[in-house]
């Protein structure tokens, strides 16, 4: 799975930091998601998109 996290951070100027913050996770975890090392559970991705205003179809690319 791959994420545009990144992507969408900029786009509201949020650092890593401050989405950890918004969703309650650490700093570490953003890391991870946006390196593909860790896929977030259906909840976590869920506050992750709500949290950069948008879904998670189109926040996370899903591999065949």
């Known amino acids: 799975m ?3 996290t990144k ?5 509201y ?3 890593q930091e401050d989405l950890a913050k918004k969703i309650s996770v650490r700093r ?3 890391v991870f998601l ?4 860790y896929n977030p559970s ?3 991705a869920y506050e992750i ?3 950069l205003k948008t879904t998670i179809d189109e926040l996370f690319i899903f591999d065949d």
Do not use: H, P, S, V
């Open 34 to 37: 946006e390196k593909g090392k």
């Open 42 to 44: 259906l909840k976590l």
């Open 2 to 4: 791959k994420t545009r």
């Open 49 to 51: 998109a709500k949290a």
């Open 13 to 15: 100027d949020l650092t």
């Open 28 to 30: 570490e975890t953003i």
């Open 7 to 11: 992507e969408f951070r900029a786009r």
